[in-house]
């Protein structure tokens, strides 16, 4: 009798079940908890799902059997599985979500279907057009897959016309797994004495006749005595480019036994041999503050490491992993932008060789899927990661390090699961009962919070490593300047003339704006008719590369456009200011400056985000343009100036956290500036140079910020004394999606009185063409939240029950950023 008869299975759906299938017998002993499987789901689809568990439960209906298994041994753990069910409860989102979020997809492969051409000489029906097409690209291609063959045949959705095929018996469709994750192999030529000894027939024929065979094994002969061993190995694309020799005289002497050739499963990712770095030496002030850390961690406190931009805080992350990796146990040091791993990990591989893995989703899907099998087997001591990598199968986690935990990169958007990184480090840390810190120049307002109410350690470091004297910072009133007509295009001659200077000096200049593009829009100067994406209510952005308008919601890109389509008058102007017209303006300034830019435009791989960091560390380039992606920890030795280009973009942003934003990004990229051996200039562009926000930058005083957003908050019951929700709602019918937001505000205003807001339109009210509406919940900590949330979905589940309604979607964002 089997041990077990029934699995509950996880499926990367975004259902909020379990689902149950019959274990077969001859799999009865290899499912097991943690280990995935391939099941049948719905009419023919196949799904890879992990197992939650195991019994003899005969469930009220037909249980389909498990179609096959994957793994002997855990491939998710039981820290994941516990992490999962508390992001899933937590988010307000379903565990098959989080499936997705966690595994790369080519572990957790699914099927597509597959067309295949059958023989039609018994088909005597007709087609019709759309048919006739599809039936002549499968007599060539035999096999096909869905969107190829509406590629090649012009048809947006020919899923109609192939079922009609398959009924009549043209065609047949079947279920086959996709995307699934492929080692690397190579060949590798081995060579041992014994086997010239075995065939020493063979060898002398060689000898006899002469032939590239005979220079291959004279080659190896002389690489094996130089060597002193009696087995040399190479790779085999080796041998065939040092020697210019075919693959078929390689595989002649494998026949004679004379070499051997082995298949080998090969890593993809590049390996590094670098000299190994000393401990770092710590000065006085981060001795201290290293103290301080390893006293909260002993106290099993989250610890916050609020240290000034060019304190030295990696330098005591690095000594904490260190200790850690000492003892075998392994480190997650975290990275808020994919930008900041470049620099990172060439500090740290000098620190720990190839024993660090770096993930993200730059690397490629099969490069991703090896890290996570590899930590499988503790092969790495430490990762390098972004916000996903909490989600990777840690074995023995002894430390997390939050870098920058202040950014909103850590908050995962879209889709679900929409969690913050850094809260969920916290939660890892508690799982894997092992120290977290977090660090961060201008920590979060919920952070400082936590840390001067008691619930984290703070540790404060307010000395630049090496007495380097703190950037000098200056505001300058474009106001004045435009007023004045001294403007250059959009330069001050504050900054015009410190930039000369500084490139005078052989010195590098970054010049930082938070809009990418040329242009934010293009306006009718007669009619004022300004061009807006046709799918989102939002204006297109011009970009001069390409010379195109593109909406920067749904991607939709037109040429450019020289008549007004209201008035038809040609009297075109650019507004706005981005990262392509800085670009472009200071080229022209300075003609002789080596320029460049970052952002996401720049930037689209990890071989172009390490090219423009690389030119810009190894001097190459004078200026470098950028949006936030320069703002965040890197480290220059010849930047010395910064200049903010217009700061009121920020400060005016509609939200409740714009001017932390702003003060946390102004004093982050001007800890850019002068971080080696001398003191750095910040220039800062901005037509209100009396704003409070402004002021708190040029003194340095995070606190004075924080005691003001921290008092403006309560007062206004936002985050961090109250608890904040926001629900999305979506629907391409606008009256529908007002209708539903409204029966579900009023529903919800039945329990939570006023603490529900809305529904409100957002500032961008329709994207994709799905008009949205937000309905904001924000009630006290001392409430439940979990029962909050628990009436919040049964709520929609309601909602979504009215047929008129159900094509609304809606989406939960628990703690917004």
């Not at 392509?580 to 689209?604: G, M, S, W």
Request: hydrophobic content about 35%; overall charge positive.
């Amino acid at each position: 009798m089997p041990k077990y008869k029934f699995a509950e299975i996880l499926l990367p759906v975004p259902l909020h079940k379990i689902f149950t299938y019959s274990i077969p017998k001859e799999f009865d002993s290899k499912i097991i908890r943690g280990g995935r499987v391939t099941v049948n789901f719905g009419k023919r689809k196949l799904y890879t799902g992990i197992v939650i568990s195991t019994h003899n439960n005969i469930p009220d209906f037909d249980a389909k059997d498990i179609e096959d298994y994957y793994d002997e041994k855990k491939f998710v753990t039981e820290h994941q599985l516990q992490l999962w069910q508390w992001i899933s409860t937590y988010y307000c989102c379903s565990q098959g979500d989080v499936l997705n979020a966690a595994i790369p997809s080519a572990l957790i492969p699914s099927s597509q279907s597959g067309f295949y051409y059958d023989d039609i000489n018994n088909f005597s029906g007709e087609l019709n057009e759309a048919e006739n097409k599809i039936l002549t690209f499968m007599q060539n291609a035999k096999i096909s897959e869905l969107d190829k063959i509406a590629d090649a045949t012009n048809i947006k959705n020919p899923m109609r016309q192939l079922q009609s095929l398959q009924q009549k018996g043209i065609i047949s469709i079947n279920q086959q797994m996709h995307k699934k994750y492929k080692p690397t192999y190579k060949n590798y030529i081995v060579f041992k004495n014994e086997f010239l000894e075995k065939n020493a027939s063979e060898y002398e024929n060689l000898n006899k006749k002469g032939s590239r065979q005979k220079d291959i094994i004279n080659y190896l002969s002389n690489e094996r005595l130089s060597l002193s061993q009696d087995k040399i190995e190479f790779e085999e694309s080796e041998i065939l480019k040092k020697l210019s020799v075919s693959k078929t005289s390689i595989v002649g002497l494998e026949k004679k036994g004379l070499i051997s050739i082995e298949k080998r499963e090969v890593s993809r990712i590049e390996q590094f041999d670098t000299e190994k770095a000393q401990s770092p030496q710590l000065s006085e002030a981060q001795q201290k503050a290293y103290d301080s850390t390893k006293e909260g961690m002993s106290e099993n406190k989250t610890v916050l490491l609020h240290g000034i931009t060019s304190s030295g805080k990696t330098e005591i992350y690095i000594k904490l992993i260190e200790e850690v990796v000492a003892k075998g146990k392994q480190a997650l040091y975290m990275l808020p932008e994919i930008a900041l791993t470049t620099q990172m990990i060439l500090r740290l591989r000098k620190h720990f060789g190839d024993k660090i893995g770096v993930f993200h989703s730059k690397y490629s899907l099969n490069s991703r899927s090896e890290i996570y099998q590899k930590l499988l087997k503790k092969e790495y001591n430490v990762i390098l990661g972004v916000r996903s990598s909490v989600f990777l199968p840690f074995i023995d986690l002894g430390i997390i390090i939050v870098d920058e935990e202040h950014e909103s990169s850590y908050k995962q958007q879209n889709p679900d699961p929409r969690y913050n990184a850094r809260d969920i480090a916290i939660v890892l840390s508690n799982i894997h009962k092992c120290p977290v810190i977090l660090g961060s120049a201008t920590p979060s307002i919920e952070s400082y919070n936590n840390a001067k109410t008691g619930k984290y350690k703070l540790v404060e470091l307010n000395t630049r490593f090496g007495d380097v004297a703190l950037p000098e910072i200056s505001i300058i009133d474009i106001k004045d300047g435009y007023r004045r007509k001294i403007m250059k295009g959009h330069f001050h001659p504050d900054l015009l003339n410190s930039i000369e200077t500084t490139l005078e000096k052989k010195e590098q200049v970054i010049l930082f704006q938070n809009r990418r593009g040329y242009a934010p829009y293009l306006e009718c100067k007669d009619c004022g008719w300004v061009p807006h994406c046709n799918s989102c209510n939002v204006s297109l952005t011009y970009h001069k590369f390409g010379n195109s308008l593109t909406c920067h919601y749904c991607g939709e890109k037109s040429g450019m456009v020289y008549t007004c389509k209201s008035c038809g008058s040609t009297n075109l102007t650019t507004k706005g200011l981005g990262t392509e017209q800085i670009e472009d303006e200071i080229t022209n300034l300075f003609p002789e400056a080596r320029v460049a830019r970052l952002d996401f435009d720049t930037a689209k791989t990890n071989k172009s985000y390490e090219k423009i960091f690389k030119d810009f560390a190894n001097y190459n380039t004078d200026i470098l343009v950028g949006t936030q992606m320069i703002t965040k920890g890197l480290d220059f030795e010849r930047l010395s100036l910064v200049g903010i280009l217009n700061a009121d973009n920020m400060l005016n942003f509609p939200d409740f956290r714009a001017f932390e934003r702003a003060y946390q990004l102004f004093a982050q990229v001007s800890g850019r500036a002068g971080r080696r051996k001398k003191q750095g200039k910040v220039l800062i562009q901005t037509f209100t140079p009396s704003h409070p926000i402004l002021a708190q930058v040029l003194d340095n005083d995070y606190i004075s910020m924080f005691n003001d957003q921290i008092n403006e908050r309560s007062a206004f019951r936002y985050p961090p004394d109250w608890s904040f929700i926001i629900i999305k709602l979506k629907n391409k019918d606008k009256q529908k999606v007002h209708a539903a937001a409204n029966i579900l505000a009023n529903e919800l205003r039945s329990r939570l009185h006023q603490r529900v807001k809305g529904p409100e339109e957002p500032l961008i009210n329709r994207i994709k063409n799905y008009y949205i509406l937000n309905i904001h919940l924000r009630f006290e900590k001392k409430i439940s939240s979990a029962k909050i949330k628990e009436f919040v979905i049964d709520q929609i589940a309601r909602v979504k029950d009215n047929k008129e309604l159900s094509s609304t979607s809606f989406e939960i964002d628990v703690d917004p950023i």
